[in-house]
């Protein structure tokens, strides 16, 4: 499709609502799927928030006095789990009723309750990957990559080997030495920032 043509304010039927910023960075006619991968499927959001846990409990044709929802087969469903318009979605445990599905790209879930049954989902509301700076700075040119939400990052590390003394180093092996300190104190600084749960 010919984003270049669509008036900002009207979705294409089946285009993603962040197809548009792919636009000249994919090939012409992937900006959806890519944003689906993206935004769907990884869980990346403009706005990170923290990660946290909700679940939710159905009852279909059953009556239950444990703070399931009670419903029917029959009965439609379109709740939204709360955050899910700022964060990431994804079913981390459980299982949900049959019928019902998760839209991840606007948070809801949707269907029709097909089977008596009792079911219960957790949700994870917040971003399933994060950007592993593998030790750099994650400017331009630098390797990175994208990891696991709870796996740790890759920490900075230096092959320059730091003399006993430094009074036997030349004066450019000490601008060297200098150099390479003041590389890893900026990556630690940021090393600090990017693991701080609250970014």
Do not use: C
Not at 32 to 37: M, P
């Amino acid at each position: 499709m010919d984003y270049e043509q669509v008036v900002p304010t009207e979705l294409p039927p089946g285009e993603h609502p962040y197809a548009g910023m792919f636009v000249g960075l994919v090939a012409q006619g992937r900006e959806s799927a890519v944003a689906r991968l993206v935004f769907d499927e990884l869980g990346a959001r403009l706005y990170t928030p923290d990660a946290r846990f909700i679940t939710h409990a159905w009852a279909v044709d059953f009556a239950l006095p444990n703070g399931r929802e009670e419903v029917s087969v029959g009965d439609t469903v379109t709740w939204r789990i709360p955050g899910a318009g700022v964060a990431g979605v994804r079913l981390v445990s459980g299982a949900l009723p049959p019928g019902i599905r998760l839209e991840r790209h606007t948070g809801r879930l949707v269907g029709e309750f097909t089977t008596p049954g009792v079911y219960s989902a957790t949700f994870a509301v917040g971003p399933a990957v994060k950007l592993d700076l593998m030790g750099g700075t994650g400017l331009a040119g630098d390797a990175v990559k994208w990891m696991p939400i709870d796996q740790p990052r890759t920490p900075a590390k230096s092959d320059v080997e730091v003399p006993k003394t430094l009074d036997t180093l030349t004066a450019q092996e000490l601008d060297a030495l200098t150099a390479e300190a003041q590389r890893l104190m900026r990556i630690k600084a940021q090393e600090v920032r990017v693991n701080d749960p609250a970014i």
